[in-house]
């Protein structure tokens, strides 16, 4: 008999405990649960995770420079390296970053590579930031860093060829500009300027070429 009864204490107790065990399982069951609004699920972190591999990607100033240099053309590693002086294995390492972030695409045409944006969105995307520090740089009454922000890529790097020395210019830093037939022209210094001049047909083919 007193064995009768302590099985009943010890009965008592496991049911005790086994109930409040299902209760605790449960509410955790209920928390974790997919329908929960408290729970975001794992797919979405992994989209954050892929957004930010792109962003990070692009997020270096000379790989936003790349990306605004080829806004509008593709280039092949030599005019890059010209356009934004820096050393060819520097900016290989750079271009190979954004390549595989899908951000650029190569094509090899003869032996040149060319590079080229694979989206217009990732110009757009980085347009829309300046948007915003154009708008910080007004509230701050900032003239200066307006113009600054502004300006445009292709008004600061060396686009142009002088038709004369070849030397590579900026439209908005040739020594002279001048528009003929049509067409506008740069040149380092008023001597290539003047020879351009006084034969116009000698050098316009040679420009054309390039
Ligand atoms: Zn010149």
């Known amino acids: 008999m007193k064995e009768g009864g302590l099985n009943l204490i010890k009965r008592r107790r496991d049911t005790f405990f086994a109930k409040k065990v299902s209760r605790l399982q449960h509410t955790a069951l209920t928390f974790l649960s997919p329908s929960n ?3 975001i699920p794992n797919m979405y972190h992994h989209i954050f995770a892929l957004h930010s591999k792109v962003l990070r990607a692009m997020s ?3 790989r936003l420079e790349i990306i605004h240099l080829l806004r509008n053309q593709k280039l092949c590693v030599s005019d890059i390296q010209e356009m934004l002086g820096l050393p060819q294995a520097n900016l290989s390492q750079h271009l190979q970053i954004l390549k595989e972030a899908n951000i650029l695409k190569t094509k ?3 032996k040149n590579v060319y590079y080229r944006l694979s989206h217009i969105n990732f110009v757009k995307a980085s347009d829309l930031i300046r948007e915003v520090l ?9 003239q200066k860093l307006v113009d600054e922000l502004t300006l445009k890529m292709t008004d600061l790097v060396p686009l142009v060829h002088d038709p004369v020395c070849h030397m590579r210019l900026s439209p908005k830093t040739a020594s002279v500009g001048i528009k003929y037939q049509g067409e506008s022209y740069y040149f380092c210094a008023t001597g290539c300027y003047e020879k351009f001049i006084k034969n116009p047909a000698k050098y316009i083919s040679s420009v054309n070429k390039k």
Not at 134 to 142: G, R, T
């Open 108 to 110: 090899k045409q003869g």
């Open 134 to 142: 154009v708008e910080q740089a007004q509230d701050l009454k900032d």
């Open 60 to 62: 270096h100033p000379k």
């Open 37 to 39: 609004k408290f729970e």
